[in-house]
């Protein structure tokens, strides 16, 4: 069974920055994707990296300012995030998104049901 585990958050005032990590350990994965929620707020994919060929997906409020980034060795995928707002306040959550499929639909305001995410990090940013 995979397990996804995330860390790295923290509360951090605008224009800092922050590096999330997600430990998969049990099983492959195609790609993972980075989702957030925030209270009241749909959920929104924020990035993906396909495991095979370290392709990446950004979505437009983010793109420019995170970096996604994976170290197969170690099964951990990355997110550097920089220049924060405070409308990137939100729980984190890595999830098991096979050909970016989930980040690029919830990006984009659609639903989508991931099969595999851990338990989320909070990220909180200060105005």
């Known amino acids: 069974q995979l397990r996804l585990v995330e860390s790295g958050g923290d509360l951090v005032q605008t224009g800092g920055s922050l590096r999330l990590s997600c430990a998969a350990s049990g099983a492959d994965y195609d790609a993972i994707g980075w989702f957030r929620q925030a209270p009241g707020k749909e959920r929104e994919g924020v990035s993906c990296?396909?495991?095979?060929?370290?392709?990446?997906y950004y979505a437009d409020s983010v793109k420019g300012r995170f970096s996604i980034s994976r170290d197969n060795a170690k099964n951990t995928v990355y997110l550097q995030m920089n220049s924060l707002k405070p409308e990137d306040t939100a729980v984190y959550y890595c999830a098991t998104d096979p050909a970016c499929a989930g980040t690029i639909v919830t990006a984009a305001g659609g639903e989508y049901e991931y099969k595999f995410w851990g338990q989320g990090t909070q990220v909180t940013v200060s105005s």
């Open positions: 990296i396909v495991s095979s060929d370290g392709s990446t």
